[in-house]
């Protein structure tokens, strides 16, 4: 393995470990953490530092030492978490990860926050062990590299009583109890006693058994931590009592599963234990309070999990999206054949197509993602942005475990990061406004995330003020955006904000107005097949609701013809189809047609015209009208010559072999083998609207038919 | 005015010669992917005069264009006759539609003779060089000058 794959991989191990300590300070702030978080949180620290030091990434060593000194005091009990500690932890966890980010980009930054942050880190680490005060300065020491070899504190002598009783499989796997003995011998006095009575007269023997026990008895300036971490290889081989003698604070007979759990889940815990107790703890109290935790380790441990390349998975998905055409090429030719639908074959090819379905749906899952990690991002934004306004703010998450399509989680990273700013530079008041409006202090940010019908909802509400209609309206006509004496609704007044060009904090912030605005939001929500929505309540903040595909590799279509070309129309556009008489049209201007839909006038389009493929005439008779709406528009009627089918189309992107087209958003490949184009309706309409838009117009097309889907 | 690629005088290279707008032309067969028979493609709105459409190679969309049109040359209705030579060139995947195809020719680097310098224009910058065979000539094409990166906006 090369060092760069080497990185990559120490990398990947890092976001999960990040994750997890996200998760575990998550924990520590609403209160819902037991003994295990804390270990969880050191032991992601502890790794990450680890793993580090292998790179010789410095600052990420340093930094990752000085916050794992503190965790190991929280984990002893010897400091206890108040807010201020818990402040300094969490941005301590947030200017982590920036460190594991720098190391990544190679950038070579410095978070600004970091160096107050070690300060308070020192600070809170010396004042929690005043006794201990000189060995946790020593701690501090740019030694980090090397912990195992700082100790010079001495250690007063322990007696361990050891009970040793290998089982079969012990020697199974190969294990050899006088190594463990020797290797006991090595960390002090022993004296050994071997129990032979358990061994069975010789016509009883099984030469492959274990027969034999030892009970031990260890004196030396060791730690049990050490003594235990003889016995790593052989847990749940053998049973094993190890009782400290001269120590009464130790719970009796401590439980061979906890302890040889606790070893088996704490990785990179046993090569500091040692050292902890001597430094961080009074000597005499070595194991309180730590052995009760490791019972909840158990149920933590988290679930196994495989890293694949994600292009490998792509593949896959590619292949399915094959063999379910090749099955419909199949079902085609045996119809073309003639064979009868009730005929054997055809319940075969049926099965065959539902275990291709059941595959393709199998593989989706693999690509989902529960958008847990992005929603602990955003906990750090709002803190963050907290910080940066000086309002406190509070987020609170739901439907963490909602499963989306990785590339979404991906690619939600920024506008969510963008909508959650604002709602926390703009919607939040200071709380002092909070409080004379008779509000609490602290403001809240809801996260929430649901599968509502075949699509992902994710909403973020806040308490805050509010938008300010007058100001956007202003500030929309300052820039030109709408005439001057433009009456818009509240719901159009909203809309604004998403118009390229609209940025209403009057002084870009540090915060907000980092180049992305909210139209950029729109855009990456809407080239995810998505949509986004406000409202908002003057005085009780605002709703912004983002609705998603829960996958973007496959699409619902509705399969037409136009100009002789097959075409598909994405469903989620499709309000109705509408076969029409002539008497429902009536022309408007010289090329214009409007088409009366019980009682209301939509203008129709011929989707081969505005596509190029032919003119812009129809057939009033003929064609089938396909009634769509868009975000950004009002009702169109696109003429198509026929609808062939409503399926599932699988998306095959143009861009990397040929470039975007126009009115078009990919394609993909039918029953037949044959290349379908699927249509863009959005595209299609902003193509066919310079002949009808106006600016009013265009205020307009930001209207009321997205706050239809809001409910 | 093109950068002629300096060849190696020695280094043997193999091009696979074709027919496009009946003249020869001959293309490097690293770029070439496979070599597939004409199929009625799906057109694209908005696409320039030498792209012809889209056509499914075993899944995936791959652009098919008119070699002929694409250099100016006079073109004819594609039939079943007609050869579509698949490349891969600045990693995009690509059909050429030609004639047809006629050799494998190897030639060493040395006897590519440069495109004479009154020939070249617009139309025939992508070609780089001339090769001699027996009593015709076949004009080398160089595809990461016909087929660009990024294929122009075509709004």
């Given amino acids: 393995m090369s060092s760069d794959s080497l990185k990559a991989t120490f990398f990947a191990e890092c976001e999960d470990l990040l994750d997890a300590l996200s998760a575990g300070l998550g924990a520590m702030a609403d209160g819902s953490a037991d003994g295990e978080t804390v270990n969880a949180i050191f032991r992601a620290v502890h790794s990450i530092k680890g793993a580090a030091g292998a790179f010789a990434l410095t600052d990420l060593v340093g930094f990752a030492h000085k916050f794992e000194t503190v965790l190991d005091l929280i984990r002893s009990d010897t400091l206890t978490v108040d807010a201020d500690v818990l402040r300094v932890i969490t941005r301590s966890g947030d200017v982590l990860a920036d460190l594991v980010e720098a190391a990544q980009t190679e950038s070579g930054e410095i978070p600004e926050a970091m160096d107050a942050l070690v300060q308070s880190l020192v600070t809170i680490a010396q004042d929690a062990v005043p006794a201990a005060g000189a060995a946790a300065t020593m701690d501090f020491a740019p030694l980090a590299f090397v912990p195992l070899d700082i100790g010079p504190i001495s250690v007063p002598s322990s007696r361990f009583a050891i009970a040793f009783r290998p089982e079969r499989g012990l020697f199974d796997n190969g294990h050899e109890p006088l190594h463990l003995i020797d290797a006991l011998r090595a960390l002090g006095d022993l004296k050994v006693e071997c129990d032979v009575s358990a061994v069975p007269p010789l016509d009883q023997f099984d030469p492959e058994n274990s027969y034999l026990s030892w009970t031990m008895e260890l004196v030396g300036p060791v730690s049990e931590g050490e003594v235990r971490r003889i016995f790593d290889f052989v847990l749940g081989l053998c049973d094993l009592k190890i009782d400290r003698l001269d120590d009464a604070s130790v719970e009796d007979d401590l439980p061979l599963a906890e302890a040889g759990q606790e070893e088996a889940t704490a990785i990179g815990e046993p090569a500091m234990t040692g050292e902890d107790r001597g430094q961080g703890l009074a000597p005499d109290a070595p194991a309180s309070g730590k052995q009760p935790r490791a019972a909840s380790a158990v149920a933590a441990a988290p679930p196994t999990t495989l890293r694949v390349d994600p292009e490998r998975v792509d593949r896959l998905i590619n292949t399915v999206g094959e063999l379910i055409i090749n099955q419909a090429v199949i079902a085609q030719k045996m119809r073309a054949m003639g064979i009868p639908p009730n005929a054997e074959v055809i319940g075969d090819l049926d099965d065959y197509r539902y275990l291709a379905r059941e595959i393709q749906e199998g593989v989706m899952a693999i690509r989902a993602q529960p958008v847990k990690p992005l929603f602990q991002r955003m906990a750090r934004i709002v803190r963050e942005a907290g910080e940066a306004t000086g309002k406190t703010v509070a987020l609170v998450t739901e439907g963490e475990g909602t499963e989306v399509d990785k590339t979404l989680v991906e690619r939600l990273a920024d506008p969510l990061t963008h909508m959650i700013r604002n709602a926390v530079d703009h919607g939040i008041e200071t709380p002092e406004k909070r409080l004379a409006a008779g509000k609490s202090a602290t403001g809240t940010v809801k996260l929430s995330a649901a599968h ?75 080239s995810l097949g998505g949509r986004v929505t406000i409202s908002s309540q003057p005085g009780q903040g605002s709703v912004f609701t983002i609705l998603l595909p829960l996958t973007l590799a496959v699409l619902d279509g509705m399969v037409v013809t136009v100009a002789s070309e097959t075409m598909v129309l994405p469903l989620s556009s499709i309000v109705e189809t509408i076969r029409a008489k002539p008497s429902d049209f009536a022309p408007i201007g010289p090329n214009g047609m409007l088409m009366s839909v019980r009682g209301s006038h939509v203008p129709v389009l011929s989707l081969g015209g505005v596509l190029g493929l032919s003119d812009h005439d129809f057939d009033c008779e003929r064609a089938v009208f396909v009634l769509i709406q868009t975000d950004s528009s009002e009702p169109v009627a696109l003429a198509v010559d026929h609808i062939t089918d409503q399926r599932q189309v699988v998306i095959k992107s143009l861009e990397g072999n040929y470039g975007s087209i126009p009115g078009v958003s990919a394609a993909t490949i039918l029953g037949d083998g044959k290349i379908a184009l699927i249509v863009d309706t959005e595209a299609v309409l902003k193509m066919a609207a310079p002949k009808r838009s106006n600016l009013h117009a265009l205020a307009l097309e930001t209207s009321h038919d997205r706050i239809a889907h809001l409910g | 005015m093109t950068e002629l690629p300096i060849w190696d005088e020695n280094e043997t290279l193999e091009f696979v010669s074709l027919v496009a707008g009946q003249q020869s032309f001959c293309i490097e067969i690293t770029q070439i992917r496979e070599i597939r028979r004409w199929t009625p493609v799906t057109s694209l709105p908005y696409a320039e005069a030498s792209v012809l459409g889209v056509m499914n190679l075993r899944g995936a969309v791959i652009p098919i264009m008119d070699l002929a049109v694409k250099l100016g040359l006079p073109s004819s209705e594609p039939s079943e006759r007609d050869v579509v030579i698949v490349v891969s060139v600045n990693s995009r995947t690509i059909g050429l539609l030609v004639e047809s195809v006629a050799e494998i020719v190897t030639v060493k680097g040395g006897d590519i003779r440069e495109t004479p310098a009154i020939a070249r224009g617009e139309g025939t910058k992508s070609i780089i060089g001339l090769v001699s065979l027996d009593e015709d000539m076949s004009r080398v094409l160089d595809l990461s000058q016909l087929l660009p990166a990024q294929v122009e906006e075509v709004a």
Avoid at chain 1, 487 to 504: R, V
């Fill in chain 1, 452 to 526: 509502r019908s075949g699509h992902v909802e994710i909403v973020i509400t806040d308490d805050g003020a509010g938008l300010n209609r007058e100001r956007i309206l202003a500030t929309a006509q300052r820039k030109g955006l709408v005439p001057p004496d433009a009456k818009l609704s509240e719901a159009e007044i909203d809309n604004l904000l998403f118009m390229p060009g609209f940025s209403t904090a009057s002084t870009v912030t540090n915060l907000s107005g980092r180049g992305v605005g909210m139209d950029v939001v729109k855009t990456t929500i809407t």
